[in-house]
């Protein structure tokens, strides 16, 4: 039976590897190697826990500390010479992942949270919003117990440029009242 799909052996594992990690602004863990590149039901984690170690060793990637990956120069080239061989949809569904990670990436360096136990058994909620630059935004909210501080915390790493405009938007319009 004929195997349907782009991944057909451990040469189109590694072809797509490369592919991924050449278009990733942020070292991969293994798994989200995986997740990149399973745009092609042939492929199995195993597959790519395989091949990554077989591409270091080969000094296509790099391991960085905390099992974290990213390409080679030696690597980029080869993966210049060879992507070609990737079928169009599956190399243009692992673009698109790729480009989410690097968003969702970029977008969570902007985001802190941080939970602190204060005396009393509350707890403060630090949030804060970056921009390339700079801080936009700081704020402590208390939470009665950890199960909400938790919850503020996650939900402003959703939201967070949501709070940031209702509160310039509330801000401004109160200036605008003031001086009419």
């Not at 985001?111 to 936009?136: C, M």
């Amino acid at each position: 039976m004929q195997r349907l799909g782009f991944i057909h052996d451990m040469l189109d594992v590694k072809v797509l590897v490369l592919f991924v990690t050449a278009r990733a602004n942020y070292p991969l863990t293994s798994q989200e190697i995986y997740e990149l590149c399973y745009q092609d039901d042939c492929l199995s984690y195993f597959d790519v826990c395989t091949a990554i170690p077989e591409m270091v060793a080969s000094g296509h990637l790099k391991e960085l500390e905390g099992e974290r990956y990213e390409i080679t120069d030696k690597g980029r080239e080869t993966g210049e010479l060879t992507e070609d061989s990737i079928a169009f949809t599956v190399k243009q569904a692992a673009e698109n992942a790729v480009a989410r990670f690097n968003r969702q990436i970029r977008r969570s360096s902007f985001v802190k949270t941080q939970i602190i136990p204060r005396e009393g058994g509350d707890f403060s909620v630090l949030l804060s919003l970056d921009d390339e630059t700079s801080n936009l935004m700081t704020l402590e909210l208390m939470a009665p117990d950890q199960r909400q501080a938790v919850r503020l915390s996650r939900l402003f790493e959703k939201k967070a440029e949501d709070v940031y405009n209702l509160t310039m938007s509330v801000l401004l319009d109160s200036e605008d009242e003031l001086e009419d």
